[in-house]
T-cell receptor, first 116, second 112 residues
Framework: NAGVMQNPRHLVRRRGQEARLRCSPMKGHSHVYWYRQLPEEGLKFMVYLQKENIIDESGMPKERFSAEFPKEGPSILRIQQVVRGDSAAYFC??????????????FGEGSRLTVL | SQQGEEDPQALSIQEGENATMNCSYKTSINNLQWYRQNSGRGLVHLILIRSNEREKHSGRLRVTLDTSKKSSSLLITASRAADTASYFCATDDLTGANNLFFGTGTRLTVIP
């Protein structure tokens, strides 16, 4: 059973470009979470999605950031007009149930975005 | 903010010694978890302790939870070089928030 798959693992963008990060949850998991980690810091929650629905986007900046989890295909975190401050590692996690009910999250290896 | 704080920020020990890391948090919780992160990799779940539990063991790991002090500790016994990693505590909160709140981590280095 493959784990949470994220791609690309590394992404370099120039200021003003768009970044698209993809996440395929573990088989059988319908709950997806995106977190951001700045260097030497812990993870900060961004958004929680179920298939075709954004459940909680309270941690996601209101501008330039969007997320989706379509009926078919991976979840996508999209950052438009990237700025240097967007440079970070973005982690996707999945679970079979809502995290608040079960606890453990299964993380991908992360996508490391560098904005030049 | 519910975000936890780990202590110490960094810890360096010799192989075979025990490593103890502490975590403090701010609001009441349902459970507390510890995760491990190797450099440049994703997080791996280690252990979950519920608010009505005081101590839990898993292999060489021992976790304690003191809800009156809003603190937890992670003990790794007989450490190995392969234990070198960052360790994070993570909590939920009683509002039923959809996410985990992570601490800033303890960077553990085990010297062979």
């Amino acid at each position: 059973n493959a784990g949470v798959m994220q791609n690309p693992r590394h992404l370099v963008r120039r200021r003003g470009q768009e970044a698209r990060l993809r996440c395929s949850p573990m088989k059988g998991h319908s709950h997806v979470y995106w977190y951001r980690q700045l260097p030497e810091e812990g993870l900060k929650f961004m958004v929680y999605l179920q298939k075709e629905n954004i459940i909680d986007e309270s941690g996601m900046p209101k501008e330039r950031f969007s997320a989706e989890f379509p009926k078919e295909g991976p979840s996508i975190l999209r950052i438009q007009q990237v700025v240097r401050g967007d440079s970070a590692a973005y982690f996707c996690a999945s679970s079979p149930f809502r995290q608040a009910n079960t606890g453990e999250l299964f993380f991908g290896e992360g996508s490391r975005l560098t904005v030049l | 903010s519910q975000q936890g704080e780990e202590d110490p920020q960094a810890l360096s020990i010799q192989e075979g010694e025990n490593a103890t890391m502490n975590c403090s948090y701010k609001t009441s919780i349902n459970n507390l978890q510890w995760y491990r992160q190797n450099s440049g990799r994703g997080l791996v779940h280690l252990i979950l302790i519920r608010s009505n539990e005081r101590e839990k063991h898993s292999g060489r790991l021992r976790v304690t939870l003191d809800t009156s002090k809003k603190s937890s500790s992670l003990l790794i016994t007989a450490s190995r070089a392969a234990d070198t990693a960052s360790y994070f505590c993570a909590t939920d909160d009683l509002t039923g928030a959809n996410n985990l709140f992570f601490g800033t981590g303890t960077r553990l280095t085990v010297i062979p």
